[in-house]
């Protein structure tokens, strides 16, 4: 991956988060003026097959749900975690997260239509225009959306959220629920559904058991380098070389020479002004 990001890693969309959400705010404004032109939108693979090739970038635009105040500080929250992991991953590696989670649920979209097909749905074979526009109302970004949450809880797993603006919970434990929430929509949720997952769910798999592990970015590699950086900062505050009589430091003047006096008892250095002219202490 480090080569790709060597050679792609400059077209990588810096605050992509903040860019979904501006998609999101596009497609509330046309669900507001005429909602019915967002069904022209969506993810719908057997449209595609016959011509409108547009739905496989405009279905980014489609709303994962009515716009309320619930949805404006779940948005919020996503933009927090977003350009957290892009600031530990780097840019590159947060858009190819999200635009391998885009791509494999293109892929889940039409591999749900052939097994609509395969297994016989009449729905599928005597009715596609209804049933297909149906279930592609499931193949949205809501789904990438829970697997961003996945991520930062991998990779985050000790911090904090608080539930409910009042409940302090750490972001493993939501994790989790949120895991275990999409598993049981593997379950028991309908065709589209059930793929619609998958495709979050994969990608979730692949993208941090094989890249973010072998790139070391695994939380207990951010936590030491973080630690590191902590230190570094600390070291570099304290001043190296500082003159028993004057006071002046190296940061002073950075064109001062200081030495330690070996005739007096202790460690004390001076600059080149009083080197030789100090009283030696005993």
Same mark, same amino acid.
């Given at each position: 991956? *480090?080569?790709?990001?060597k050679?792609y890693?400059k077209y %990588?969309?810096?605050n992509?988060?903040l860019?979904?959400?501006? !998609?999101?705010a596009?497609?509330y404004i046309i669900?507001?003026?005429? %909602? =019915?032109f967002?069904?022209?939108l969506?993810?719908?693979?057997?449209?595609?097959?016959?011509g409108?090739v547009w739905r496989?970038?405009?279905w980014v635009i +489609?709303?994962?749900?009515? $716009?309320?105040?619930?949805t404006i500080i779940?948005l919020?929250f996503?933009?927090?975690?977003?350009?957290?992991?892009e600031?530990t991953?780097?840019t590159?590696?947060?858009?190819v997260?999200?635009f391998?989670?885009?791509?494999?649920t293109?892929?889940?979209s039409?591999l749900c239509? &052939?097994?609509c097909?395969?297994?016989?749905?009449q %729905?599928?074979?005597?009715?596609?225009d209804?049933?297909?526009a149906a &279930?592609s109302?499931?193949?949205?970004?809501?789904y990438?959306n829970l697997?961003?949450y996945?991520?930062?809880?991998a990779?985050?797993?000790?911090?904090r959220? $608080?539930?409910m603006?009042?409940?302090?919970v @750490? +972001?493993k434990?939501?994790?989790?629920l949120d895991? +275990?929430?999409?598993?049981?929509?593997?379950i *028991? &949720?309908?065709?589209?559904?059930k793929?619609?997952?998958?495709? *979050?769910? +994969?990608?979730? &798999?692949?993208?941090?058991?094989?890249?973010?592990?072998?790139?070391? $970015?695994?939380p @207990?590699?951010?936590?030491r380098k973080?630690q590191f950086k902590q230190?570094?900062?600390?070291?570099? %505050?304290v001043? @190296?070389?500082? !003159?028993?009589i !004057?006071?002046?430091t190296?940061?002073?003047d950075?064109s001062?020479?200081?030495?330690?006096?070996s @005739? !007096? =008892?202790?460690?004390y250095e001076y600059?080149?002004?009083?080197?030789?002219?100090?009283t030696?202490?005993?």
């Amino acid at each position: 991956m *480090s080569k790709f990001e060597k050679k792609y890693g400059k077209y %990588a969309i810096p605050n992509i988060t903040l860019v979904l959400i501006l !998609c999101y705010a596009v497609g509330y404004i046309i669900q507001f003026v005429n %909602a =019915n032109f967002l069904m022209y939108l969506t993810l719908d693979p057997y449209r595609i097959l016959h011509g409108q090739v547009w739905r496989l970038f405009t279905w980014v635009i +489609v709303p994962p749900s009515s $716009l309320d105040l619930f949805t404006i500080i779940m948005l919020f929250f996503y933009y927090s975690i977003g350009t957290a992991l892009e600031r530990t991953w780097g840019t590159y590696r947060y858009n190819v997260y999200l635009f391998s989670g885009m791509l494999y649920t293109i892929i889940g979209s039409f591999l749900c239509m &052939g097994y609509c097909y395969l297994t016989g749905n009449q %729905a599928a074979a005597f009715m596609p225009d209804y049933l297909f526009a149906a &279930g592609s109302l499931m193949f949205s970004t809501y789904y990438i959306n829970l697997s961003i949450y996945l991520a930062f809880a991998a990779t985050y797993p000790e911090a904090r959220v $608080l539930l409910m603006f009042m409940i302090p919970v @750490k +972001v493993k434990w939501m994790g989790i629920l949120d895991g +275990v929430l999409m598993i049981l929509m593997l379950i *028991s &949720g309908d065709v589209f559904t059930k793929f619609a997952v998958a495709a *979050s769910l +994969v990608n979730f &798999g692949v993208f941090y058991l094989v890249n973010i592990k072998r790139a070391n $970015l695994s939380p @207990k590699h951010i936590r030491r380098k973080v630690q590191f950086k902590q230190e570094v900062r600390k070291s570099n %505050a304290v001043t @190296k070389h500082k !003159c028993a009589i !004057c006071g002046r430091t190296d940061e002073d003047d950075p064109s001062l020479e200081f030495r330690f006096c070996s @005739k !007096c =008892n202790g460690n004390y250095e001076y600059c080149q002004n009083h080197l030789f002219t100090h009283t030696h202490v005993k």
